[in-house]
């Protein structure tokens, strides 16, 4: 349907449909197409040189951006305001409205062993230096002093030989701990326990029949001894394999889930073909069993952690302090009592006690005190403020 119009006299503007415009900022003067809107700076004669069409100076600001600038003085600098503007402009991205997480600085240290550091020096530069003061025998001996928010242990021990105090106070998570004490458990249950012949209790409690390939079947067949080292029990025929006998941290679990029984038994036979086990037998000694956690196979590992976590004592179980007391006693006498079953750290020094021979000397002197400490800060504050 037509408008009657050609396409010029659509888009070229008649000149009583163009009106001019000073900014009253700036003092330019816009030339303002009434009909659609588009403006355009108006150019004297005597500055521009010819006349232009109007219709070429009606552009979008993109084809402003990418055509020629005009050569006038005006248009190359800008008045006073808009430099202004452009001299407080800052970068548009948002600042954090939270503070930040602090945290500790683990980076090498400069500091050869057996050097001492003083009680004075930052949260962050010790705290990565306490967590290596830690040591089985001062867990031994250990003071519990509380359960705190039924999440962690509060303890008081010793630190290594080279730490400036003799004492500090140190924090357990007692979720972590109970994890730690029952995975090393399983595990030596796991790796102490003779293979041959099948313990009767380690039955499966149905039948767990699953259909197989028959190069699983040769794999199978290949690795039973591999297999039968850590209890796992299984018969292959007619390209099937019923297992009938698992060791009891994972005859619970595959009961309930039946195929974390098939994909045990294709990942490691799989594992076992490109890396053949060893000939040695797995020694029954409790005190070696550590020896042979490289052999355990990886899916039967991920069971053992998995039950730890599941049956530990979680947050929010209320202890009393017999039963915290019992529990930092067998974690100590854990192989790595100071991470979780997966891997992570389980306790944290927070403060370290001093004798109070400084703070004695102090007062002796007619030194320290909450005067002294409160006259220093407000010191401190001034020279900050001065800088």
């Given at each position: 349907m037509s408008c009657g119009k050609t396409p010029s006299d659509i888009f070229t503007p008649t000149p009583e449909e163009v009106i001019a415009w000073t900014d009253p900022r700036s003092g330019r003067t816009y030339k303002v197409d009434t009909r659609t809107g588009n403006t355009a700076l108006r150019i004297s004669v005597s500055t521009a040189g010819a006349k232009r069409p109007f219709s070429s100076m009606l552009r979008t600001p993109s084809e402003s951006l990418a055509g020629k600038r005009p050569k006038s003085s005006s248009l190359q600098q800008p008045s006073e305001f808009i430099q202004k503007i452009q001299a407080k402009r800052t970068n548009l991205v948002f600042p954090l409205n939270e503070a930040p997480i602090p945290s500790i600085s683990l980076g090498s240290t400069v500091h050869g062993h057996g050097c001492h550091h003083s009680t004075s020096?930052?949260?962050?530069?010790?705290?990565?230096?306490?967590?290596?003061k830690l040591t089985k025998d001062g867990l031994r001996g250990a003071t519990v002093i509380?359960?705190?928010?039924?999440?962690?242990?509060?303890?008081?021990?010793?630190?290594?030989?080279?730490?400036v105090t003799p004492e500090m106070l140190v924090i357990i998570d007692q979720h972590a701990a109970d994890e730690r004490i029952r995975v090393e458990s399983l595990f030596?249950?796991?790796?102490?326990?003779?293979?041959?012949?099948?313990?009767?209790?380690?039955?499966?409690?149905?039948?767990?029949?699953?259909?197989?390939?028959?190069?699983?079947?040769?794999?199978?067949?290949?690795?039973?001894a591999e297999f039968a080292r850590w209890g796992i029990g299984y018969a292959v025929e007619d390209g099937r394999?019923?297992?009938?006998?698992?060791?009891?941290?994972?005859?619970?679990?595959?009961?309930?889930?039946?195929?974390?029984?098939?994909?045990?038994?294709?990942?490691?036979?799989?594992?076992l073909e490109g890396h053949p086990p060893p000939t040695s037998r797995i020694t029954a000694d409790g005190k070696e069993w550590i020896q042979n956690l490289s052999r355990i196979?990886?899916?039967?590992?991920?069971?053992?952690?998995?039950?730890a976590c599941r049956?530990?004592?979680?947050?929010?179980?209320?202890?009393?302090?017999?039963?915290?007391?019992?529990?930092?006693?067998?974690?100590?006498?854990?192989?790595?009592?100071?991470?979780?079953?997966?891997?992570?750290?389980?306790?944290?020094p927070l403060l370290e006690l001093g004798?109070?021979?400084?703070?004695?000397?102090?007062?002796?002197?007619?030194?320290?005190?909450?005067?002294?400490?409160?006259?220093?800060?407000?010191?401190?504050?001034?020279?900050?403020?001065?800088?």
């Open positions: 020096e930052s949260f962050n530069s010790t705290t990565s230096l306490r967590l290596g509380s359960q705190v928010d039924q999440k962690y242990i509060l303890i008081k021990m010793h630190g290594t030989s080279t730490s030596q249950e796991l790796c102490t326990s003779e293979p041959e012949p099948p313990d009767p209790t380690q039955s499966t409690h149905k039948p767990l029949t699953f259909a197989i390939s028959p190069r699983d079947a040769s794999l199978l067949g290949r690795f039973r394999v019923n297992v009938h006998t698992l060791p009891r941290v994972a005859r619970d679990r595959c009961d309930n889930e039946p195929v974390l029984a098939i994909e045990l038994l294709r990942k490691h036979c799989y594992h196979p990886a899916p039967l590992k991920e069971m053992v952690n998995s039950r049956g530990a004592i979680m947050f929010n179980d209320p202890l009393t302090l017999e039963e915290c007391k019992a529990l930092v006693q067998k974690l100590a006498e854990c192989k790595w009592p100071f991470m979780c079953a997966h891997g992570r750290v389980s306790m944290r004798d109070g021979s400084a703070e004695r000397k102090a007062l002796s002197e007619g030194k320290g005190g909450f005067k002294d400490a409160f006259q220093k800060w407000r010191r401190d504050v001034a020279a900050e403020e001065d800088q």
